[in-house]
């Protein structure tokens, strides 16, 4: 396939799982913000929201504070955000439709009709209630996308690129809420019973919406490394970094059967995947888990641009 | 002026064609029609099918207004404009070998030899050089006007990158999922194997040196093009790579697409880009949308291009003027379709004739095309008047000038409920190694504004399905 039409598959992928992301993001905060301030955090959530969204230096120019309004609105819609929600379903729709004939019509309908029904909530003002709705409906907006790929594209090149931008950006995602809230986790902070943390951490989990599996997971209270553990190593954990290297390492592998060559991708991924399998959480702990999570961002992103070397350009 | 109608003809009658669609339009309650209306706006929607209007800064992307209310040919009535679209091109084609061949046409004083030589689309690149078996307006639109029972007119030729056909197939679609009783009532040829016509055109023309699967790809401006829509769509239809300038490289006179296996040899390239813009090393070099290298690669024999380069020559609005004499010297028969009377500004007594009339006539700049550059004199005030007077004395040479004519008109649905609309017609003509093909009807475009004459969609016009009854 085109290696153009391979690149706008991609991104349109990851754009869709970003806005996804920054409604996650923008859920959980408004959830922990909504706390008795007795059980609420030091009101630094939205600062740390846009931390998370990764996104401070075009905050701080756009606004001083970061305060509810502010920072959902900057998220959201904010034309000079350029992974504000909207502009990442602007950019998944303009992607899309460059290479309209890649797509199935369904993937494409999701898309545009996403971008349609946008411009209907973008010219509200909206309550916290219309907000929240406006939230799920960008989560759906994602559902629908990945459901349709998953239901109606081919297995070939096209349905794999696609995927790889999926969880090159999933990984992205989860690696960079750890990299926020990674100070919550680390043990010196750790304050046995104390509710503030508890909420904290109940956050970082609601931000993969994995607050259930923990429980089935781990049957045990709520615990910092255990946290960890779910969203770094465990591969029954669909947002964890080893989930998604399973599946980068399972598509690039794809890839390389189908089109008889391996390249420089194909090992990369090999090679964090097996990190990734043979690393035990304490010894992270031991080694840092900040210096981990940003070794693996860096990485991640070292991964999409031998992706891009090898077979978008 | 009163238009001929093609329901009810001077106004009295009711045309067989229409029979059962009167009826129709009598019987159906008008909230369902309304109802039907906004679906199809609702389908043109979701589907994306939108063209972009350059200049207009506030909707980059608009549809075409769709009319609901079908435009009906008979059988003979398409036999006989099939005949005369065919003969039509056979003769562009012709002329267009000759006029970079043997010009021969030129020779026995058909048509003065500055209004080929001197004309901007002549492209020298291309004297003497054998296109791929001697096609060169592989895809031709022709445009076409009725102005009563019995009488066609060839409103223009476009043999460069017609654009519409998508709307042909695309308010088929929409007519048959939100009028499937009418299909039943009637017989209308379908026009859904245009794709399948297109690429067996486009493979027969393959150099003679590609494989016997040779790889076809269209090449698009990119999606900002105002027919985008158009080129994804016809990608698509046909199973081809839609690719822009930057996909495609040139090495030692190969064309190669960019892909994620590296580079794929290309044989067959639709080509919906200018002339002018599709190879910087030739022609425009601040074009970045072409492929720098492609016309070499074109003239090597590696590579052919859909249309041709240089076909603008032959639908120039200077040259349409000498169409019947060009169709009577290359087919040695009389031409079936007529051109609407013209005259040419270059000559002095018809430019005198034409000074005199403005108020009455149209007048057309050679180069210009969208309905753009246009006076249509009933319609103008004075100063537009007096403006193209003076264009007309300033370079007479630039422009030509036809009676109003009153172009049929189309029952159609308006804010005020059904009333006759100006319609034209834009049948595709396709010509490939094996001869010509041509699917029944075309793309009818409207006037929507009352007594308006300008279908453009760059100037509001809008768009019907188009039936040709079998029986």
């Given at each position: 396939m085109l290696s153009r039409t391979a690149d706008s598959l991609y991104w349109v992928s990851r754009y869709v799982e970003r806005a996804e992301y920054l409604a996650r993001i923008l859920d959980a905060t408004s959830r922990l913000t909504n706390l008795p301030s007795d059980y609420g955090g030091a009101g630094t959530e939205w600062q740390s929201a846009v931390s998370t969204a990764g996104c401070e230096d075009e905050f701080a120019a756009a606004y001083g504070e970061a305060n509810e309004r502010n920072v959902c609105e900057f998220l959201t819609f904010h034309p000079d955000n350029p992974s504000s929600i909207r502009n990442c379903l602007a950019q998944a729709r303009s992607n899309a439709r460059a290479v309209r004939t890649a797509l199935t019509s369904e993937m494409w309908d999701a898309l545009n009709g996403a971008w349609l029904e946008l411009q209907r909530f973008e010219k509200k003002r909206m309550d916290r209630e219309e907000f929240a709705r406006f939230l799920d409906w960008v989560k759906n907006v994602s559902l629908v996308f990945d459901g349709s790929a998953y239901r109606t594209m081919l297995r070939d090149d096209g349905y794999w690129f696609s995927r790889l931008g999926v969880y090159i950006e999933r990984a992205d995602n989860t690696a960079r809420i750890l990299d926020v809230k990674y100070h919550v986790l680390l043990p010196a902070n750790e304050q046995v019973g104390g509710s503030l943390d508890y909420f904290q951490w109940t956050t970082v989990l609601r931000e993969v919406s994995a607050l259930t599996a923990y429980h089935w997971v781990y049957r045990e209270a709520v615990k910092p490394i255990l946290i960890a553990d779910l969203l770094i190593l465990n591969r029954r954990m669909p947002r964890s970094l080893a989930a998604c290297y399973e599946s980068i390492s399972r598509f690039l592998d794809a890839l390389g059967d189908a089109y008889g060559r391996q390249g420089p991708a194909q090992r990369h991924a090999r090679k964090t995947l097996a990190t990734l399998n043979n690393t035990r959480i304490e010894s992270i702990f031991q080694h840092g888990l900040h210096e981990f999570i940003e070794d693996f961002i860096i990485d991640n992103s070292g991964l999409s641009n031998t992706i891009f070397e090898q077979y978008l350009q | 002026m009163v238009a001929f109608d093609e329901m009810t003809g001077s106004g009295q009658e009711l045309r067989p064609a229409y029979?059962?669609?009167?009826?129709?339009?009598?019987?159906?309650?008008?909230?369902?029609?309304?109802?039907?209306?906004?679906?199809?706006?609702?389908?043109?929607?979701?589907?994306?099918?939108?063209?972009?209007?350059?200049?207009?800064?506030?909707?980059?992307?608009?549809?075409?207004?769709?009319?609901?209310?079908?435009?009906?040919?008979?059988?003979?009535?398409?036999?006989?404009?099939?005949?005369?679209?065919?003969?039509?091109?056979?003769?562009?084609?012709?002329?267009?070998?000759?006029?970079?061949?043997?010009?021969?046409?030129?020779?026995?004083?058909?048509?003065?030899?500055?209004?080929?030589?001197?004309?901007?689309?002549?492209?020298?690149?291309?004297?003497?050089?054998?296109?791929?078996?001697?096609?060169?307006?592989?895809?031709?639109?022709?445009?076409?006007?009725?102005?009563?029972?019995?009488?066609?007119?060839?409103?223009?030729?476009?043999?460069?990158?017609?654009?519409?056909?998508?709307?042909?197939?695309?308010?088929?679609?929409?007519?048959?999922?939100?009028?499937?009783?009418?299909?039943?009532?009637?017989?209308?040829?379908?026009?859904?194997?245009?794709?399948?016509?297109?690429?067996?055109?486009?493979?027969?023309?393959?150099?003679?040196?590609?494989?016997?699967?040779?790889?076809?790809?269209?090449?698009?401006?990119?999606?900002?093009?105002?027919?985008?829509?158009?080129?994804?769509?016809?990608?698509?239809?046909?199973?081809?790579?839609?690719?822009?300038?930057?996909?495609?490289?040139?090495?030692?006179?190969?064309?190669?697409?960019?892909?994620?296996?590296?580079?794929?040899?290309?044989?067959?390239?639709?080509?919906?880009?200018?002339?002018?813009?599709?190879?910087?090393?030739?022609?425009?070099?601040?074009?970045?949308?072409?492929?720098?290298?492609?016309?070499?690669?074109?003239?090597?024999?590696?590579?052919?291009?859909?249309n041709a380069v240089g076909t603008g020559v032959a639908d120039d609005k200077a040259v349409y003027s000498y169409m019947p004499e060009i169709v009577k010297f290359f087919t040695g028969e009389?031409?079936?379709?007529?051109?609407?009377?013209?005259?040419?500004?270059?000559?002095?007594?018809?430019?005198?004739?034409?000074?005199?009339?403005?108020?009455?006539?149209?007048?057309?700049?050679?180069?210009?095309?969208?309905g753009y550059g246009m006076l249509v004199g009933p319609h103008a005030d004075k100063a537009q008047i007096e403006s193209f007077r003076r264009k007309l004395k300033a370079s007479p040479e630039g422009f030509i000038a036809q009676p109003t004519l009153a172009l049929s008109t189309c029952p159609t649905f308006v804010a005020s409920g059904v009333a006759p609309r100006h319609v034209d017609l834009r049948p595709y003509v396709l010509s490939g190694a094996n001869g010509i093909s041509c699917v029944p009807g075309g793309l009818t475009r409207v006037a929507l504004k009352e007594g308006s004459l300008v279908v453009n969609s760059s100037q509001g016009g809008g768009t019907k399905d188009t039936w040709v009854l079998d029986a």
């Amino acid at each position: 396939m085109l290696s153009r039409t391979a690149d706008s598959l991609y991104w349109v992928s990851r754009y869709v799982e970003r806005a996804e992301y920054l409604a996650r993001i923008l859920d959980a905060t408004s959830r922990l913000t909504n706390l008795p301030s007795d059980y609420g955090g030091a009101g630094t959530e939205w600062q740390s929201a846009v931390s998370t969204a990764g996104c401070e230096d075009e905050f701080a120019a756009a606004y001083g504070e970061a305060n509810e309004r502010n920072v959902c609105e900057f998220l959201t819609f904010h034309p000079d955000n350029p992974s504000s929600i909207r502009n990442c379903l602007a950019q998944a729709r303009s992607n899309a439709r460059a290479v309209r004939t890649a797509l199935t019509s369904e993937m494409w309908d999701a898309l545009n009709g996403a971008w349609l029904e946008l411009q209907r909530f973008e010219k509200k003002r909206m309550d916290r209630e219309e907000f929240a709705r406006f939230l799920d409906w960008v989560k759906n907006v994602s559902l629908v996308f990945d459901g349709s790929a998953y239901r109606t594209m081919l297995r070939d090149d096209g349905y794999w690129f696609s995927r790889l931008g999926v969880y090159i950006e999933r990984a992205d995602n989860t690696a960079r809420i750890l990299d926020v809230k990674y100070h919550v986790l680390l043990p010196a902070n750790e304050q046995v019973g104390g509710s503030l943390d508890y909420f904290q951490w109940t956050t970082v989990l609601r931000e993969v919406s994995a607050l259930t599996a923990y429980h089935w997971v781990y049957r045990e209270a709520v615990k910092p490394i255990l946290i960890a553990d779910l969203l770094i190593l465990n591969r029954r954990m669909p947002r964890s970094l080893a989930a998604c290297y399973e599946s980068i390492s399972r598509f690039l592998d794809a890839l390389g059967d189908a089109y008889g060559r391996q390249g420089p991708a194909q090992r990369h991924a090999r090679k964090t995947l097996a990190t990734l399998n043979n690393t035990r959480i304490e010894s992270i702990f031991q080694h840092g888990l900040h210096e981990f999570i940003e070794d693996f961002i860096i990485d991640n992103s070292g991964l999409s641009n031998t992706i891009f070397e090898q077979y978008l350009q | 002026m009163v238009a001929f109608d093609e329901m009810t003809g001077s106004g009295q009658e009711l045309r067989p064609a229409y029979d059962a669609l009167d009826r129709w339009l009598k019987e159906a309650p008008p909230e369902t029609l309304a109802l039907r209306r906004s679906q199809a706006e609702l389908f043109f929607r979701r589907i994306g099918i939108t063209f972009a209007v350059y200049g207009d800064e506030e909707s980059t992307e608009r549809l075409i207004p769709f009319d609901i209310i079908p435009r009906v040919l008979t059988k003979p009535e398409w036999t006989r404009l099939e005949a005369g679209l065919r003969q039509r091109v056979t003769a562009l084609n012709m002329f267009l070998a000759d006029v970079y061949g043997a010009k021969e046409c030129l020779k026995a004083g058909i048509i003065p030899p500055d209004l080929v030589y001197r004309n901007a689309c002549y492209q020298l690149e291309m004297v003497d050089f054998q296109v791929p078996h001697g096609v060169y307006c592989h895809i031709a639109g022709i445009d076409v006007v009725r102005v009563d029972a019995d009488t066609f007119y060839v409103l223009e030729d476009n043999a460069r990158t017609p654009s519409g056909v998508s709307y042909m197939m695309e308010n088929r679609e929409v007519m048959l999922r939100l009028f499937p009783e009418l299909f039943a009532t009637h017989r209308v040829a379908p026009v859904d194997n245009y794709p399948d016509q297109l690429l067996a055109t486009l493979r027969s023309v393959a150099p003679r040196s590609a494989p016997s699967d040779p790889t076809i790809c269209l090449l698009t401006p990119g999606q900002y093009n105002s027919a985008f829509y158009e080129h994804s769509f016809l990608a698509d239809k046909l199973g081809v790579e839609l690719v822009e300038g930057s996909d495609l490289l040139v090495r030692d006179d190969v064309v190669y697409m960019r892909t994620t296996q590296g580079p794929k040899r290309v044989d067959v390239i639709y080509r919906r880009i200018d002339d002018d813009f599709i190879d910087p090393l030739v022609f425009r070099s601040d074009s970045v949308l072409g492929v720098p290298g492609i016309i070499g690669a074109y003239k090597a024999g590696n590579v052919t291009l859909a249309n041709a380069v240089g076909t603008g020559v032959a639908d120039d609005k200077a040259v349409y003027s000498y169409m019947p004499e060009i169709v009577k010297f290359f087919t040695g028969e009389e031409p079936i379709l007529k051109n609407v009377p013209t005259w040419r500004c270059r000559e002095p007594q018809d430019n005198a004739y034409v000074l005199d009339n403005l108020e009455k006539l149209v007048v057309k700049e050679v180069n210009g095309s969208g309905g753009y550059g246009m006076l249509v004199g009933p319609h103008a005030d004075k100063a537009q008047i007096e403006s193209f007077r003076r264009k007309l004395k300033a370079s007479p040479e630039g422009f030509i000038a036809q009676p109003t004519l009153a172009l049929s008109t189309c029952p159609t649905f308006v804010a005020s409920g059904v009333a006759p609309r100006h319609v034209d017609l834009r049948p595709y003509v396709l010509s490939g190694a094996n001869g010509i093909s041509c699917v029944p009807g075309g793309l009818t475009r409207v006037a929507l504004k009352e007594g308006s004459l300008v279908v453009n969609s760059s100037q509001g016009g809008g768009t019907k399905d188009t039936w040709v009854l079998d029986a």
